[in-house]
């Protein structure tokens, strides 16, 4: 990655975490043109998942699904099926998000099923179960849900992510009652 790029991409991060929105959004449209001219297809998906996030921020649906949409693409296509399972299951989240279960359910799958054939870290596996698992309690498939919101409780638990534990445990004992 250009010394540039990366400058822009540390700014950007710290931006948001500051919830300087603007200046992150500033900061991550440089860097996705400075990739687009000058950087690898992998640096270009990394900016454009960049700024995903901050367009999600925003709450800018279809402007955050369109550039998950083309990160995907060059993941796929680079062959990251890591950062391919990371970018679908954001991009499941933004079509759950907006209502789109038949669009969401697909993406979800398909990184749980690249999460499980690989070394995937934990707490990715689990944030891709509590998506499903959201999304198939939405669809009133109780059995489905409750499956996957164990599974995301113990591996929330395996690390050590007290929100995680104590959200799956809450949305657990609510299946409970429905069933």
């Known amino acids: 990655m250009s010394e540039v790029s990366d400058k822009l991409l540390t700014q950007a991060s710290q931006a948001r975490r500051e919830h300087r929105l603007a200046d992150a959004k500033r900061d991550l449209v440089e860097a996705v043109d400075l990739c687009r001219k000058t950087g690898t297809r992998i640096e270009l998906a990394g900016a454009l998942t960049g700024l995903g996030q901050i367009e999600r921020d925003l709450k800018h649906g279809d402007a955050a699904r ?7 693409a060059i993941y796929r296509g680079e062959g990251d099926a890591l950062k391919l399972a990371h970018t679908i299951r954001h991009l499941g989240d933004i079509h759950r998000n907006e209502g789109h279960r038949e669009l969401a359910e697909p993406c979800y799958r398909e990184a749980l099923n690249l999460y499980r054939s690989r ?4 707490l990715d596996l689990a944030n891709a179960l509590r998506g499903f698992a959201i999304l198939q309690d939405d669809a009133g498939e109780v059995r489905e849900a409750k499956l996957l919101w164990e599974e995301a409780r113990a591996l929330y638990a395996a ?11 809450r949305r657990l004992a609510l299946l409970e009652q429905r069933q």
């Open 119 to 122: 070394e995937a870290p934990p």
């Open 66 to 72: 369109e550039h998950y949409v083309e990160a995907v």
């Open 159 to 169: 690390v050590n992510v007290e929100a995680g534990v104590a959200e799956s445990s």
